[in-house]
């Protein structure tokens, strides 16, 4: 298949029927969606009227590239409801700041992708009630990777051009763009805006790209970077301290994506390559690095113990505490599912939550409530927010002597539907294990697809410093244009 | 801390939930590992470091106090069931 950089181009010289494609497309999605569940909305009006946009006017940086957007991203008039239940039937009457910019440059949306409910997990198997677990596009028996497994299922199978908006929190792009083979990319926290967003956890959400290419995933970056007003997290270069290389401007992140690394220092993380990693995982690692020292990047090898023993508790504690917080405003009420008006406020609202909410959002807001009632709170919520200050600090540390840090991104190949359900909660939590470090400190990391084993793909990881994605880009392009 | 059954639906019923009985039976000792796993920190010496709320340096983002757009009362009702008056009609305080 050409680029989809080439299509951008056909379709803004006129040699696309983009209507007629657009039918096409959205005519094998029902089929599609039949075998694989990556899409809990088809916004089948929406799309007819992009298209119909692009034909009148076939301009723009995506002209005609379809989209499917992880259903926590608020589209206008298409049922958004993080794979909740709670949120059944809520249609935002406004667009999240992603959407607004990727319709203004030509994109097409085709649907909602699936998750886990409010991104809590690491599989995608604790869809809302209701809603159909996507699967892996290797394996049905297996997990397509959490929690926007939707986006990235839906960029392997895709034979059209076609970039997923995704969301991650503690892992959520990495992971399933490992377990489906495809590129994913968590810009670094505030590089992207969260309005229209629906939250998991404030301090850690990021909103980023999930394609089959390195490439595609720095042109959507291009087009979703840059301050908003509407976010007060989102990064204003004007007001910030914060130094970076390449920063927020409007940057063209495809622009030097294929210089040469030579003489570019990656760090492999020693305890990434430790205990509870497949063997096989890291014997791809390692031929990754071997790989880029032939391209003449210097390899060495660094560790960092704080992060590898502490991000994964810390990064719990918090999420749970945020979540439990952001959670409390589906109670029937406004959106979403509502019950009949009887009993007082705390019997209604009690009755929507309990009927509504999945098991997994249950346990994390309990959690969360835990960590932050009276006694507790010192204890569980800000001593994890001082371990994640000497987290970040180590990570900066590291960031003085290397350019990015390689590690694998999950410490298993995708595992069985049946392999999981034996699997405690703690050991579920386990499998962020090397993603939490880098979403925890707000840090851009990206998988890259390595190969395969045993028919299923394989997922380097690379973390770079903060605002650091120009750099990240060339990295990882250098890592896939030699990829097995 | 002890974390029992009466815990659990103690602190469910302040988030607002109502478990079942097999709910509370499932729960216990899963959140029951999950705290004790948290307190892995306890090893980790934090005294004179400051809390990170965000990952990156964050100031206080202002801007001036003028009337911009909004959703109109229409819009803001839009997907609620049970609204009357152009307000919504939520259950009873008592």
């Not at chain 1, 089959?212 to 270069?237: F, Q, R, W």
């Amino acid at each position: 298949m050409k680029s989809t950089i080439e299509y951008i181009e056909r379709v803004s010289n006129g040699s696309v029927d983009i209507k007629k494609e657009t039918e096409e497309v959205l005519s094998n999605l029902d089929s599609l969606n039949d075998k694989y569940h990556y899409l809990g909305a088809i916004s089948t009006g929406l799309a007819r009227e992009l298209s119909n946009n692009v034909s009148i006017k076939p301009k723009g940086r995506l002209a005609g590239v379809y989209v499917s957007v992880k259903d926590c991203i608020a589209v206008k008039g298409v049922e958004t409801r993080s794979s909740s239940r709670i949120l059944s039937g809520y249609k935002p009457v406004f667009n999240a700041t992603v959407i607004n910019k990727i319709i203004s440059e030509g994109a097409i949306i085709i649907g909602k992708t699936t998750q886990d409910e409010f991104g809590f997990g690491s599989f995608s198997t604790n869809t809302g009630i209701g809603i159909k677990q996507p699967v892996n596009p290797f394996d049905i028996q297996r997990a397509a990777g959490g929690s926007s497994g939707g986006s990235a299922g839906m960029a392997q199978v895709a034979d059209f051009p076609h970039i997923s908006l995704g969301e991650s929190t503690g892992g959520s792009i990495a992971s399933p763009a490992s377990f489906c083979g495809v590129v994913g990319l968590t810009p670094t926290y505030g590089l992207v805006s969260r309005y229209g967003l629906l939250d998991y956890a404030n301090s850690m959400d990021k909103i980023g790209p999930i394609g089959k290419t390195v490439e595609d995933c720095a042109l959507m970056l291009s087009i979703i970077a840059g301050h908003d007003e509407k976010d007060s997290t989102s990064y204003n270069p004007a007001n910030s301290k914060e130094k970076s290389d390449d920063g927020s401007k409007n940057i063209d992140y495809t622009k030097n994506i294929d210089r040469p690394i030579s003489g570019m220092k990656i760090g492999i993380v020693k305890e990434s390559l430790g205990e509870g990693v497949d063997e096989s995982i890291k014997n791809k690692v390692n031929e990754c690095a071997s790989d880029l020292k032939a391209q003449g990047a210097i390899i060495e090898e660094i560790s960092l113990a704080v992060p590898s023993e502490y991000a994964l508790p810390s990064y719990y504690i918090i999420a749970v505490c945020e979540a439990s917080t952001n959670l409390a405003k589906y109670c029937g009420m406004r959106y979403g599912k509502h019950e009949s008006l009887k009993g007082n406020f705390n019997e209604y609202f009690t009755k929507v939550r309990s009927k509504h909410f999945g098991q997994e959002a249950k346990r994390r807001i309990i959690l969360g409530t835990f960590a932050r009632m009276a006694g507790f709170r010192d204890a569980y919520y800000l001593k994890a927010l001082k371990v994640r200050t000497v987290i970040i600090n180590e990570y900066k540390k590291a960031f003085k002597n290397v350019d990015a840090l390689l590690t694998p991104t999950m410490p298993v190949l995708p595992p069985r539907f049946d392999e999981i359900k034996n699997l405690s909660v703690l050991q579920n939590y386990m499998m962020d294990v090397l993603t939490v470090g880098p979403n925890l400190a707000g840090l851009p990391h990206i998988n890259i697809p390595y190969g395969m084993i045993d028919g299923l793909p394989v997922g380097v990881m690379l973390s770079g410093d903060h605002f650091c994605e120009e750099k990240l880009l060339n990295v990882a392009f250098n890592i896939e244009k030699n990829a097995p | 801390m002890n974390v029992d059954h009466d815990l659990i639906i103690k602190v469910a019923g302040l988030s607002r939930i109502k478990l079942t009985d097999e709910e509370v039976k499932e729960f216990t000792p899963q959140l029951k590992e999950v705290l004790e796993f948290f307190t892995v920190l306890d090893k980790i010496n934090t005294d004179d470091v400051e809390p990170s709320f965000h990952p990156i340096e964050i100031k206080n983002a202002l801007r001036d106090d003028t009337p911009g757009k909004c959703l109109n009362q229409e819009e803001a009702l839009e997907n609620t069931e049970h609204k009357n008056d152009g307000f919504f009609r939520g259950p009873g305080a008592v």
